[in-house]
């Protein structure tokens, strides 16, 4: 594979009012945007025009307006250069049953310009890579969807790219299928330096993955930032504490001795709905640990017990909602139309909760 990226472009993709209208629909609309090398996540619910994007980007559809470059290439004039060093993970299953992964890589690699040899080597070493070598003979009708996802996966590496697009490659996979193609993911970049932009409408998964995150809706370009100042802006602690005889209303007090020692304190937050008791659950803007230690040591100086405290960074209809607010870093587009609508509608479309994280830090 290409080893550490010694020729790194400053970008890896910079659009510039990047427009494609549709008939019916405007699938990108004044889309600016700079990715650098690395690993990008790219968010939106179905319909942002993320796959759009991709087409746009791999110089297989043409933009209305605007400019897109690939690797400092123009996608208008120079689509079969960047299709030579990008790798493309297609959406939906496109995948011929009858043959083996190794035939089906193999082939890819030859259609990719890889001598026989050549192509055959990269094959074993790329299933290898995605895990699928003990069965890289069978026919892929037989496998499960995460073998299929990864033979996709190896598709798109096998001709060593210097930069890859996974379009939605958690797609079907259960919670352990997707852990595992995020940490395949993730090692695409750590062990081979192969940049990669990963689509998903589970904002959760990319923070996970990625390096930085842009949030695309209704083709426009609601926000991008490095997954560190997204993490940071989005994290609150749900708390939750008991009532004692010294305090009959145990959230109330907590909630004034937080506030008097500076800490930003909300009740009946969005997506407390689901809660069991949602009155009485408290959000805390956590700013670092001292957030958990403030937390803690005030529950522990009123008496009251804590019943839970957890890490619980916002859903992906309040980063859509809290977008208008947020000045979207070299956004000139700006979010319209009813986009927290729109991003409820993906999470009701998700197979898990679209908490972001969601990890249990109490
Ligand atoms: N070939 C096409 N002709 C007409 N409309 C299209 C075409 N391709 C996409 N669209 C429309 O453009 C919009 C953006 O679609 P796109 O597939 O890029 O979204 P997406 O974010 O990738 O969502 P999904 O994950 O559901 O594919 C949608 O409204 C879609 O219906």
Excluded: W
């Amino acid at each position: 594979m290409s080893g550490a990226t010694t020729f790194e472009h400053v970008t890896v993709i910079v659009t510039e009012s990047l427009t494609k209208r549709y008939p019916r629909v405007t699938a990108l609309d004044r889309l600016s945007v700079d990715i650098a090398p690395g690993v990008t996540g790219l968010v939106g619910a179905n319909g942002a025009g993320k796959s759009t994007l991709i087409k746009i980007l791999l110089g297989l559809a043409p933009a209305t307006e605007g400019t897109a470059h690939v690797l400092g290439l123009d996608v208008t004039k120079d689509g079969s250069t960047i299709r030579e060093r990008v790798g493309y993970m297609p959406e939906h299953d496109c995948l011929p049953p009858d043959v083996s992964a190794t035939e089906f890589v193999v082939h890819m690699a030859r259609m990719a310009g890889l001598p026989p040899t050549a192509a055959r080597e990269r094959t074993a070493d790329t299933l290898r890579h995605v895990g699928l070598y003990e069965e890289r003979y069978r026919p892929i009708g037989g496998y499960s969807t995460g073998m299929k996802q990864r033979v996709k996966l190896a598709q798109a590496l096998v001709h060593d790219p210097q930069l890859v697009f996974l379009d939605e490659p958690t797609n079907g996979l259960d919670p352990v299928g997707r852990d595992e193609m995020l940490g395949l993911i993730r090692r695409v970049h750590t062990d081979f330096g192969i940049s990669v932009l990963v689509t998903s409408h589970l904002l959760g998964e990319l923070e996970r993955t990625c390096d930085h995150v842009v949030v695309v809706d209704g083709g426009k370009l609601l926000r991008s930032s490095s997954t560190t100042e997204f993490t940071k802006v989005t994290t609150s602690l749900a708390v939750e504490v008991t009532d004692t005889d010294a305090h009959p209303d145990g959230t109330g007090a907590l909630r004034a001795a937080l506030a008097a020692a500076g800490a930003a304190v909300t009740t009946g937050a969005p997506g407390a709905e689901g809660l069991a008791s949602p009155g009485h659950v408290l959000f805390v803007e956590a700013t670092g640990d001292e957030t958990y230690d403030l937390v803690r040591d005030t529950v522990a100086g009123l008496g009251l017990g804590l019943v839970r405290m957890e890490q619980r960074r916002h859903q992906i209809a309040e980063v859509f909602r809290d977008a208008d607010a947020q000045a979207a870093v070299g956004a000139p587009a700006q979010a319209g139309g009813a986009p927290a609508e729109r991003a409820a509608a993906a999470g009701q479309n998700t197979d898990r909760p679209t908490t972001v994280g969601g990890g249990n830090a109490g």
